[in-house]
């Protein structure tokens, strides 16, 4: 009955989304699904989408008119291939997409993926199912555990999603809207999922939240547990080496999450901190709740903890009322923090927000010209970085083959791509690489002699 199948999944958009995508292969395994990297092979596609970025909604339609392609050519050799949207498109769209896109059997929203077993039977039959909800019960007890070999595949870098949603409402976002209110997971299923990947090889946990610091799950005494608290508990699982967290509200960075960085070893010395402007009247526009001396401040408190912090963060350039004055302090901020990366993007109004409502919306060529000013000042900043740690011995996750035979490409504790000449048998293995070359954004460094435990603190600092 449970013939196997193929599942083609395409992720659009954050972290969140390709943890998500992988639960719904684990949920969809013992079906008999396999996971395949071509979409014109499966039985099953699914775009698992993203609200976050410009006209998301047109690019998941026109992908849809591609698939749609897919599925004629299948039809005409007599197979068929089932087409589901998911995703934040999937919530915000509803209905609205099989409508304008008839191709379409099933869409449903992030919180019903445990029901994706239920949902492909109606898919089936020609049902047309789409599920919106924000149902009562928690999709994470739900969802099947991934198989020990399905966790191998996927590498030694693992994502763990510990909390959904936001209660912030930034002018700008629509994922309180599509994700809903904030929801933590508990700490034990958390636990158990670490410990589950752990044992199969993992080495690194990245914990994952739309607004992660704000983690409050029920605690192993009962009580509401802090992401602090969490990663000690992850911290202190066997064979998990590595901890990140991502993403942050500068609002949630508590004495006790700024503290554990400079208590808990395994949790890397590197941090996303949104900040998106550097003017306190468009983070007051934009219901930041939080101040540019405020975010300093945080700053130079996760400094005092750990001296060697790698910051990246996000900026929006051009909301409505942006200054010329307002943008130079954005800038200023830039220099000033010495960011080891960041994204950056230039305003564009969503739907529902109320940020497309407000006047003074600023134009596109002087949002343009305010990007590339700032992107040139975030690619100064981010060179800078990687050349302070030329000559540097720090320890390297590897992760997979290099683009060369005997090459292996792995991760600095700042999140770097690092590229080394070692055998493939180290894939998994941590070892201490000293900084040889930096080029572009990609570090290449040889193997140290002698394994250093901890990165080293000599010359950090951005
Ligand atoms: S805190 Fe982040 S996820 Fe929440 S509304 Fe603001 S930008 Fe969106």
Redesign the pocket.
Known sequence: MNESRKLFVKSFGCQMNVYDSRRMADTLAPQGYVETPAADDADLVILNTCHIREKAAEKVYSELGRVRRLKEAAAAEGRRIVIAVAGCVAQAEGEEIIRRAPTVDLVFGPQSYHRLPQLLAGAERGDKPVDTEFPLDDKFDHLAAPSTAAVRARGVSAFVTVQEG?????T?????YT?GAEVSRPVDKILAEVAQLASAGVREITLLG??VNAYHGDGLNGRPSSLAQLLEHVSAIDGVERLRYT?S?PRDMDGHLIAAHGALPKLMPQLHL?V?SGSDRVLAA?K?RHTCADYLAIVSRLRAARPDLALTS?FIVGFPGETEADFAQTLSLVGEVGFSGAFSFKYSPRPGTPGADLPDQVDEETKSERLHRLQTAIDQSQAEFNRSCLGRTFEVLFEKPGRYTSQLVGRSPYLQPVQVTAPAAMIGEIAAVTITEVASNSLFGTLARAPAREPSLAGAGA
Do not use: A, E, L
Request: glycine share 0%.
């Open positions: 936001c209660d912030k409402f930034c700008f976002c629509v994922v309180p994700r739309q607004n993403t509200h949104p998106q934009m930041r996000d």
